[in-house]
């Protein structure tokens, strides 16, 4: 037997045992959140430990907590900026999180992309990032879509979630959420990351301005680099430059 077909049948192997994993992990996960008592306003016992430096905020309190797990963020773009967005808001307890994004984990994603490992390499970013929340949260529910959004599914997407957060690094899909969240009357949280820069931006908030009110017409596309062609460094050095 070749060294490729005992690597392959490795993989296999490693693969068949991971879904087994996961569909362990989640197993657990439910009967655990059956033993949890909810209490009369929304959180159960569980929820209501994990989020209590939340609660003890006056600011925020039961009822914000409670309007938290109610929100509902979609993320496309899976990448340096969607997986620490995804991250964080799982932490925070929003209820559902939807991740939109067609590639799969590359060993050069590990640097930033924080929902991933050596282990997801080859998988596709949306599954990968949606076990990962789910070993965080048990309590978040995580819609992955393995597509590349397009003007033909993107209104049907978005209509399902509150917010719409734009990881993407590409002019064209910025245009298109943006076109999308101002017809479905949804916010559009806007970043970007390229180099030692970072930018974030909120458009169409409470009938405020869109991207296309800032920047009217799209640049030319040779004028445009990503991190692929122009290079981002790993947040958690920026401190160092």
């Given at each position: 037997m070749s060294t490729d077909t005992c690597e392959d049948e490795l993989v296999a192997e490693i693969a068949e045992l991971r879904a087994l994993l996961h569909a362990k992990e989640i197993k657990l996960a439910r009967l655990r959140r059956e033993r949890q008592v909810t209490q009369e306003y929304g959180?159960?016992?569980?929820?209501?430990?994990?989020?209590?430096?939340?609660?003890?905020?006056?600011?925020?309190?039961?009822?914000?907590?409670?309007?938290i797990k109610d929100s509902s963020v979609l993320i496309v773009g899976a990448g340096g900026l969607g997986?620490?967005?995804?991250?964080?808001?799982?932490?925070?307890?929003?209820?559902?999180?939807?991740?939109?994004?067609?590639?799969?984990?590359?060993?050069?994603?590990?640097?930033?992309?924080?929902?991933?490992?050596?282990?997801?390499?080859?998988?596709?970013?949306?599954?990968?990032?949606?076990?990962?929340?789910?070993?965080?949260?048990?309590?978040?529910?995580?819609?992955?879509?393995?597509?590349?959004?397009?003007?033909?599914?993107?209104?049907?997407?978005?209509?399902?979630?509150?917010?719409?957060?734009?990881?993407?690094?590409?002019?064209?899909?910025r245009y298109l959420l943006n076109d999308a969240c101002v017809l479905?009357?949804?916010?559009?949280?806007?970043?970007?990351?390229?180099?030692?820069?970072?930018?974030?931006?909120?458009?169409?908030?409470?009938?405020?301005p869109c991207y296309r009110c800032i920047f009217p017409e799209p640049p030319p596309a040779e004028t445009v680099t990503n991190c692929g062609d122009g290079g981002v460094l790993g947040a958690e050095l920026d401190y160092l430059y």
């Amino acid at each position: 037997m070749s060294t490729d077909t005992c690597e392959d049948e490795l993989v296999a192997e490693i693969a068949e045992l991971r879904a087994l994993l996961h569909a362990k992990e989640i197993k657990l996960a439910r009967l655990r959140r059956e033993r949890q008592v909810t209490q009369e306003y929304g959180l159960n016992n569980d929820e209501i430990c994990r989020y209590s430096r939340q609660l003890f905020l006056t600011e925020i309190g039961v009822q914000g907590q409670k309007k938290i797990k109610d929100s509902s963020v979609l993320i496309v773009g899976a990448g340096g900026l969607g997986c620490p967005a995804a991250f964080y808001l799982a932490c925070a307890g929003i209820g559902h999180i939807g991740i939109v994004d067609y590639d799969n984990v590359e060993i050069n994603n590990l640097h930033r992309q924080l929902l991933y490992t050596e282990a997801n390499i080859g998988t596709a970013k949306v599954i990968a990032a949606a076990e990962s929340i789910n070993r965080l949260n048990s309590y978040i529910k995580v819609t992955p879509y393995k597509i590349q959004l397009n003007s033909k599914n993107a209104l049907d997407i978005i209509k399902n979630y509150d917010i719409v957060i734009d990881g993407t690094d590409n002019v064209a899909t910025r245009y298109l959420l943006n076109d999308a969240c101002v017809l479905s009357e949804k916010p559009l949280v806007s970043g970007s990351a390229l180099r030692f820069e970072g930018h974030l931006s909120v458009f169409n908030y409470n009938n405020g301005p869109c991207y296309r009110c800032i920047f009217p017409e799209p640049p030319p596309a040779e004028t445009v680099t990503n991190c692929g062609d122009g290079g981002v460094l790993g947040a958690e050095l920026d401190y160092l430059y």
